[in-house]
């Protein structure tokens, strides 16, 4: 259990170092989207990579 200092501590690191992104997806029409989502046990990493090998295709 974390005491309020931890919380403070780790709330003030993420509003200084850290940014949250939130998609919702439609279960009918994102339907192949959700079920390989599901199958991942890493569901931020394989996005990050996904957009990352986008940047070096792209050279953005």
């Given at each position: 259990m974390s005491t309020e200092a931890q919380?403070?501590?780790s709330n003030k690191y993420n509003k200084?170092?850290?940014?949250q992104y939130c998609?919702?997806?439609?279960?009918k029409t994102d339907a192949e989207v959700i079920e390989v989502l599901?199958?991942?046990t890493n569901k931020a990493g394989y996005i990050k990579?996904?957009?990352i090998?986008?940047?070096?295709?792209?050279n953005y």
């Open positions: 919380k403070k501590a200084e170092n850290t940014v998609i919702r997806l439609n279960k599901d199958r991942c990579r996904l957009i090998n986008d940047i070096l295709q792209n």
